[in-house]
């Protein structure tokens, strides 16, 4: 099945929505479309510069994160607007939330 849409977002981001730790990826836009996208992680490394600021056990390595490719896909099930119901998870924060499942790493 070809893929003929894709994302880009930040890293370590685009990380966690194909390791499905993040659930919800946030836009300033909505889209009707649902189904599987390509995940690629943009060029730009200033969350995880921003990360490893407070790294203190230097667990983290900018090199563990890809940028300027397509990393993986996902699948949008569902874009709702923020509101009270994604209070609990830290992922949301809207004002549109593309919520996201079925992450997997590309080889």
């Not at 390791?19 to 479309?33: L, M």
């Not at 900018?62 to 923020?82: H, M, R």
């Amino acid at each position: 099945m070809p893929i003929d849409r894709g994302l880009s977002i930040r890293q370590p981001f685009a990380w966690a929505v194909c390791a499905n730790v993040k659930r919800f990826e946030n836009r300033t836009w909505t889209t009707d479309y649902r189904g599987t996208i390509a995940i690629h992680a943009s060029t730009s490394q200033q969350n995880v510069n921003e990360l490893l600021k407070y790294d203190e056990d230097g667990i983290l390595r900018k090199d563990y994160f890809e940028f300027g490719a397509i990393i993986g896909l996902a699948d949008i099930v569902d874009v709702q607007s923020y509101g009270p119901q994604h209070e609990s998870d830290s992922s949301a924060s809207g004002p549109y939330c593309w919520e996201m499942a079925n992450g997997r790493f590309l080889d």
